[in-house]
């Protein structure tokens, strides 16, 4: 090894005769090969010694140097002791150390480099698993989507039902961050309880532009009190890089029980719960009061007949997701407005829930336009209304579209800041 042969040539370690002419004696009679030098005995009392640590007399900077041998010691039986411990053969293996100095260091520039891991692109998710986290003292849960491939749509878009999953996820995904979700799906451990549920009555959204295939968008939700019986939801959906605000919706939630299948007030258990992730603040979307029309038959221009729930529609409390609700009204949309306009807003009443065995109809009329003139008309509104064959009213709604590639100069969202 490197570090032995430099240090031989400082320390030369040379062997006592007397050590190989003991063991030399202990080979026995016969012929011997050490290190390819035969000897022999003789009859006579004398014999040729081999010494078997012999070597050349050691040279530095070309010049020879000569050393006298070193004398090894004797025992009281006149056996040779073994070679003095000298500085050379104390030594430890220097290549195995190396090797272990060089694993461990290899090992922490890894470890390093992990924790010094940022990304390289500023549009990537800071947060890679997209778990959220709650901001603004507590009251705001925020959360990063990045928005995939499959969920674009014609328009190379983000579909409806891709934002609306955004919101819904956001909002159990706030529940459990602030430990408020027991057994069931965003419902309370009191709620479980009392065998409780959130339902949703009213929602308002506000399409101010759609994100694309790649964009990040950031969503922050909060809730607040609703009247003495309900709860309010507002989300904020911003894009992660601008900070440009994306859309903008408020619901209102209520209580019913899962058994009975009726509303429920909420009780004083669960409003010692949720009051303290109130905040007081302001809709993010004004209240549209004006009066959403029932249609009939009659009435409607556009039916879109036998709509059934899949297995995968359901959700965990057996009844179809209100994000379905939303493609099924807009089944019924005519197809001239979907190719030249695109939906800047909705508004939703949810009548009732409908069941895995519900067949639907979705009725939809344009108001004060005809489809057949469609490319030189601005804004158009829609009314709709999702139904059970039967004529049960599941959701009402009204929907507002804008010409597409048009730009949009909405009010600009903010999170609210808790009024005192």
């Excluded at 470890?111 to 891991?117: E, H, S, V």
């Excluded at 009329?365 to 030189?376: A, C, E, I």
């Excluded at 709709?384 to 049960?392: F, I």
């Amino acid at each position: 090894m490197v570090a032995t042969a430099a240090t031989s040539s400082f320390f030369p370690v040379t062997s006592s005769p007397d050590s190989s002419d003991s063991k030399n004696k202990k080979l026995g009679s016969g012929s011997t090969n050490l290190g390819g030098i035969k000897s022999k005995p003789s009859a006579s009392s004398g014999s040729l010694q081999v010494k078997a640590n012999a070597q050349a007399p050691p040279k530095i900077n070309g010049t020879t140097v000569v050393t006298s041998p070193v004398e090894g010691f004797k025992n009281e039986d006149g056996a040779g002791s073994p070679h003095p411990r000298t500085f050379i053969n104390q030594l430890p293996d220097w290549s195995m150390l190396l090797a272990a100095i060089t694993t461990i260091f290899l090992a922490a520039e890894k470890q390093w480099m992990m924790l010094d891991w940022k990304p390289r692109r500023p549009d990537m998710l800071i947060d890679p698993f997209g778990l959220g986290r709650i901001v603004q003292d507590g009251l705001v849960f925020r959360q990063n989507f990045s928005i995939r491939s499959y969920e674009i749509g014609a328009d190379r878009t983000a579909s409806i039902e891709t934002l609306m999953n955004h919101l819904q996820e956001t909002a159990i995904n706030h529940c459990k961050s602030a430990g408020l979700l027991g057994e069931g799906f965003g419902a309370t451990p009191e709620m479980c309880k009392k065998n409780l549920i959130w339902v949703v009555t009213r929602m308002q959204v506000v399409f101010d532009r759609y994100p694309t295939w790649g964009d990040v968008v950031q969503v922050d939700t909060w809730v607040s009190a609703s009247g003495k019986n309900g709860m309010r939801r507002d989300w904020l959906v911003s894009d992660s890089k601008t900070g440009e605000v994306l859309t903008r919706a408020s619901s209102v939630w209520v209580m019913m029980n899962k058994l009975t299948r009726r509303l429920s007030k909420i009780p004083e258990e669960v409003r010692g719960e949720i009051e303290p992730y109130f905040m007081n603040s302001d809709p993010v979307v004004a209240e549209d009061s004006r009066r959403l029309v029932k249609l009939d038959k009659s009435m409607a221009e556009h039916v879109r007949k036998g709509l059934t729930p899949r297995w995968s529609d359901l959700d965990v409390n057996q009844h179809v997701n209100n994000v379905k609700y939303i493609g099924w009204i807009l089944e019924s949309a005519p197809l001239p407005v979907l190719e030249t306009h695109e939906l800047s807003s909705m508004t939703l009443e949810y009548r009732r829930e409908c069941g895995r065995e519900s067949i639907l109809q979705s009725l939809t009329t344009v108001s004060d336009s005809s489809v057949g003139d469609l490319v030189n008309v601005g804004e158009i509104e829609c009314q709709h209304l999702l139904q059970l064959e039967e004529g049960s009213e599941i959701v009402r709604g009204r929907t507002q579209w804008r010409p597409k590639y048009a730009k949009s100069f909405g009010n600009v969202g903010q999170i609210p800041a808790e009024s005192a």
